[in-house]
């Protein structure tokens, strides 16, 4: 017969108070630099303006606009789930990020020629 030792969360009776306590402290501090459905779409606009305008680095501004894609769709699915409409910060980061990589690959596909 085997036993388990039990499972230690921040809720657990096994765990000392003290550390319960920072625990819960380390927890309200990473939610404070969590960006909601409005922050999401500005960092999405952040990330597609500067693919824009570094896509002449040799895939940088390709790597800026999938990060505008990823956060313009973290964006909407956080609104959806409010049950709010799509910002319109997030679907003009979405058609900046997809400009971006669009001049990044282009620009990628002209100079390589050169090569």
């Known amino acids: 017969m085997t036993t388990t030792a039990p499972r230690l969360t921040i809720s657990s009776p096994h765990l000392p108070d003290r550390y319960r306590r920072r625990a819960h402290e380390l927890w309200a501090s990473v939610r404070l630099f969590r960006p909601s459905g409005e922050g999401w779409g500005d960092i999405s606009i952040m990330f597609g303006a500067l693919s824009i305008l570094m896509f002449w680095t040799f895939g940088f501004g390709i790597v800026l606009g999938i990060a505008a894609l990823a956060a313009g769709a973290l964006a909407i699915r956080d ?3 409010a049950s709010e409409t799509p910002s319109f910060d997030a679907l003009v980061g ?18 390589s020629s050169n090569f």
């Open 79 to 81: 609104s959806l789930e």
């Open 94 to 111: 979405i058609l900046t990020g997809f400009l971006g990589i669009a001049a990044g690959i282009f620009f990628l596909v002209a100079v």
